[in-house]
């Protein structure tokens, strides 16, 4: 994410680039226009003038994490293995600066703290990210078959492992210091690699296609 001195940001990039930052520190619900206009030294009409409403900020909040999701997706050519190109994508993930961090705790929050918009959302800029995971997901062998259910409960324990190592590095650096924190990086990354990779070779847990 581009810092918010940049003189090479526009207003509107600003905005959203502060915007990210308080919706990934405090949730959608924790956040007022007001606030984000404050931290940035302009008035909730100026906010407003831009983007119109809180929602519309954090779907262009969302929208950009999306957009960033993609460019890090390995290409076809990347490897002739289907289990390894996908299992690079998730690497790639965890592997990102650690700044990239507060990208992470708004998915989560996204999928975890959304239960009053959920009601009456009518656009899920996740959802192409979801869709594509899901193609990449039945281009395993193993996995072409698999009902849609089956693997979106897949890709939630994935995600899940993506989502909690990047909001617990802050905490367990407070506890135990920035090298072993560096150290439990490179293991967990490597432990994550196997773990996706022995699911996507095993296939669909035996007995869940069809009930």
Same mark, same amino acid.
């Given at each position: 994410?581009?810092?918010?001195?940049?003189?090479?940001?526009?207003?509107?990039?600003?905005?959203?680039?502060?915007?990210? =930052?308080?919706?990934?520190?405090? +949730?959608?619900?924790?956040?007022? /226009? &007001?606030?984000?206009? *404050?931290?940035?030294?302009? #008035?909730?009409?100026?906010?407003?003038?831009?983007?119109? =409403?809180?929602?519309?900020?954090? +779907?262009?909040?969302?929208?950009? /994490? &999306?957009?960033?999701? *993609?460019?890090?997706?390995? #290409?076809?050519?990347?490897?002739?293995?289907?289990?390894?190109?996908?299992?690079?994508?998730?690497?790639?993930?965890?592997?990102?600066?650690?700044?990239?961090?507060?990208?992470?705790?708004?998915?989560?929050?996204?999928?975890?703290?959304?239960?009053?918009?959920?009601?009456?959302?009518?656009?899920?800029?996740?959802?192409?990210?979801?869709?594509?995971?899901?193609?990449?997901?039945?281009?395993?062998?193993?996995?072409?078959?698999?009902?849609?259910?089956?693997?979106?409960?897949?890709?939630?324990?994935?995600?899940?492992?993506?989502?909690?190592?990047?909001?617990?590095?802050?905490?367990?650096?407070?506890?135990?210091?920035?090298?072993?924190?560096?150290?439990?990086?490179?293991?967990?990354?490597?432990?994550?690699?196997?773990?996706?990779?022995?699911?996507?070779?095993?296939?669909?847990?035996?007995?869940?296609?069809?009930?």
């Amino acid at each position: 994410m581009n810092s918010l001195s940049s003189p090479s940001l526009t207003t509107r990039e600003r905005i959203v680039a502060e915007a990210r =930052t308080l919706f990934a520190e405090r +949730g959608f619900y924790g956040v007022s /226009i &007001a606030q984000i206009a *404050a931290e940035m030294g302009l #008035t909730k009409q100026a906010l407003l003038h831009h983007f119109g =409403t809180k929602e519309k900020l954090y +779907g262009c909040v969302l929208e950009e /994490i &999306a957009n960033e999701l *993609a460019t890090i997706r390995p #290409t076809e050519d990347a490897s002739h293995d289907p289990v390894e190109r996908l299992a690079d994508y998730f690497v790639a993930m965890l592997a990102g600066d650690p700044g990239e961090n507060e990208r992470y705790r708004l998915l989560m929050r996204e999928i975890l703290d959304n239960r009053g918009r959920a009601k009456n959302a009518h656009h899920w800029f996740l959802r192409p990210f979801l869709e594509e995971l899901t193609r990449l997901m039945r281009k395993v062998p193993s996995w072409s078959e698999a009902p849609e259910e089956i693997i979106l409960a897949a890709l939630i324990q994935i995600l899940g492992a993506v989502n909690y190592h990047a909001v617990s590095r802050p905490t367990f650096g407070a506890i135990f210091g920035g090298e072993v924190v560096g150290a439990v990086d490179g293991i967990f990354i490597a432990q994550f690699r196997r773990l996706i990779e022995a699911v996507l070779r095993a296939g669909p847990v035996q007995g869940a296609i069809g009930g």
